[in-house]
């Protein structure tokens, strides 16, 4: 009994310094790992340097077209129509017979009664067919005048300080894709709207071909100011916190230098303060950084020629 009990115990110790053993190998393993140096990691980037390039701060507004002015063509005396000798989208000339009425009073015989144009205009709207009443206060169509139309623009009270009479604008419309109508301011408000603290102003726009129709939708831009500002590809900036900031490459190393931006123009972006404009910018690439980081530049094969 004494022996087995001799041999347990011999098991159970060599069995402990077993596992003793094993532990203090893993703990060493993990030393040694632990005293490797990181691996580095170095990200490929491209660069530019900054740009100076002339920025214009524009000044935004919208509206809907209108006609330059509009009138009703009204009998001069009652009846019922018995012909339109005009049709929707006829140009009217001034003087010009519109109407023919029939005066139906009994026991009178009266000419057919020409109604005729006051004024130049395109017709907009035929109001009564023939056979209807017509009385002197009764429109029986509307004229529009298309050679020039005129859009009212809503300009914050802000801005209503660089706009004139006579400032020119551009008008863009969805009807249009791509095309850019010159404008010019012809009427300013005395009043602002107290809720939306907005100024309404006029342009008129030429339109000698008559393919601006009132009721289009119109963006209207003016120009605020010119400056020439440095810029960086909009691509450069990144974001941390609220804060802007960019990349500037040297000695292998990305530095990050806080920056205070400004105006977006198309794929740039101004630069206010931070930079000098002889760094060379990480572009390619600045998303995945953090300051310090190795980088190595992208070198692009030479165009063919």
């Not at 049709?87 to 026991?107: L, T």
Request: net charge positive.
């Amino acid at each position: 009994m004494k022996i087995g009990r001799i041999i347990i115990v011999l098991i159970l110790i060599a069995l402990v310094a077993f596992i003793g053993y094993r532990a203090n190998q893993n703990i060493q393993a993990k030393k040694r790992e632990a005293a490797k140096p990181a691996p580095v990691t170095i990200v490929p980037v491209e660069t530019m340097a900054p740009a100076h390039q002339d920025i214009e701060d524009k000044i935004h507004s919208s509206g809907n077209l209108q006609a330059d002015a509009e009138m009703s063509i009204f009998s001069k005396v009652p009846g019922k129509i018995a012909n339109n000798l005009v049709k929707m989208a006829s140009v009217v000339s001034p003087g010009q017979v519109v109407s023919i009425v029939n005066r139906d009073e009994v026991g009178y015989d009266y000419k057919p009664y020409e109604v005729k144009s006051d004024a130049k205009g395109v017709v907009a709207r035929i109001l009564l067919n023939p056979g209807a009443a017509v009385n002197p206060s009764s429109p029986i169509l509307n004229l529009v005048d298309l050679d020039t139309v005129k859009v009212v623009a809503a300009v914050d009270e802000k801005k209503i300080r660089f706009i004139g009479l006579g400032k020119p604008a551009s008008v863009t419309l969805e009807a249009f894709p791509g095309e850019t109508f010159n404008a010019r301011v012809t009427n300013l408000s005395p009043v602002a709207n107290p809720v939306a603290r907005t100024i309404d102003v006029e342009l008129s726009i030429p339109n000698p071909a008559h393919r601006l129709k009132p009721g289009m939708y119109a963006e209207v831009e003016w120009v605020e100011s010119r400056r020439t500002a440095l810029v960086v590809p909009l691509v450069s900036i990144v974001d941390r916190g609220g804060q802007k900031y960019v990349f500037l490459a040297g000695d292998g190393q990305a530095r990050m230098v806080p920056v205070t931006t400004g105006t977006v123009v198309n794929d740039v972006i101004e630069i206010l303060s931070g930079l000098k404009g002889d760094e060379r910018v990480i572009t390619t690439g600045a998303g995945l950084l953090n300051d310090k980081d190795k980088i190595t530049l992208i070198e692009r094969p030479a165009a063919r020629k």
